[in-house]
């Protein structure tokens, strides 16, 4: 009998992006985890646990630039999988050098690749050693305005038992002016729309309200975009997944991300899912007015 290699996901990123975090949730969704695993070693412990009966399917390994010789090693374990028919996930988590450098000051720990020098010098070299595997990861998820409840929701809605053969979505709305979401696959600008803003009524309502929403989507060219761009999401869906990229982060953005954005998310996700496209929809900024 021919038994499936098991799924096997990489988890990487800057150190204090939340890596453990993400590791934690995964374990709670069943995955047998392993921490900090020098890369020379995946195939071997892909091969003991993920061999003989196969009571281990699922296995996700935290791997990060301190291994020594990273990407040699890397490299060489990534094709030793290929050769058994194993394609590793990777998982990549990141943020901002101010959120980074508060995150180490809050805990009073140094960089690990800082030195002598400032945790700022060690987070410069680390995002340039890591540059070229940010590229080539499979989904990269920014926690500079994520809470641990956040992070673990798209953890939750990424490797959560979904269909492998659906595309899985995260929908973010935002606001211009605080940036647009670095983990961005697509943008959509809904600031084509009348800004619920200067209505006195709705300005201290959110794109949640029903009102809110009532106004936004009754504009003329609401509707219509909608309708399009689910069909180009859509269209992309079926392309992604031939390509082998299962997920996509959507970011929805309006001037303050707490009207027009929230309201075009919400109503983005759920056409979405009823064409069968998982996705979890969170509001990065709402609230910071």
């Not at 002598?116 to 590229?135: S, T």
């Not at 600008?189 to 709705?202: A, G, I, Y």
């Not at 936004?216 to 761009?229: C, G, I, S």
Request: aromatic share 6%.
């Amino acid at each position: 009998m021919t038994i499936d290699p098991p799924e096997l996901v990489l988890v990487s990123g800057m150190s204090g992006a939340g890596r453990s975090a993400a590791a934690h949730v995964l374990e709670d969704l069943g995955w047998f985890v392993v921490d900090n695993l020098p890369p020379e070693l995946l195939p071997t412990i892909v091969k003991l646990v993920g061999g003989g009966d196969r009571s281990v399917s699922r296995i996700a390994v935290v791997v990060d630039v301190r291994s020594g010789s990273f990407f040699a090693a890397l490299q060489g374990a990534l094709e030793a999988l290929r050769s058994r028919d194993v394609r590793p996930m990777l998982l990549f988590l990141e943020a901002g050098d101010e959120v980074l450098v508060r995150r180490y000051e809050s805990v009073r720990r140094p960089h690990p690749l800082q030195g002598d020098g400032r945790v700022l010098d060690g987070i410069a070299r680390e995002r340039e050693a890591l540059r070229e595997l940010r590229a080539d990861a499979d989904l990269v998820i920014d926690t500079s305005n994520l809470n641990v409840h956040q992070l673990a929701a798209k953890i939750v809605n990424a490797f959560g038992g979904a269909d492998d053969q659906a595309l899985q979505a995260t929908i973010v709305s935002f606001g211009y002016k605080y940036g647009i979401p670095v983990d961005a696959d697509l943008v959509v600008d809904c600031r084509f729309l009348p800004n619920p803003h200067w209505q006195p009524e709705l300005r201290p309502r959110t794109g949640l309200d029903a009102e809110v929403r009532e106004y936004v989507l009754k504009q003329e060219d609401a509707l219509p975009f909608l309708d399009q761009y689910e069909g180009l999401v859509t269209l992309l869906a079926r392309g992604y997944l031939r390509e082998g990229k299962r997920f996509a982060t959507i970011a929805v953005g309006c001037t303050g991300g707490k009207h027009r954005s929230v309201a075009m998310a919400e109503e983005l996700g759920a056409r979405l899912r009823e064409r069968g496209i998982g996705n979890l929809v969170l509001h990065r900024d709402l609230g910071r007015e």
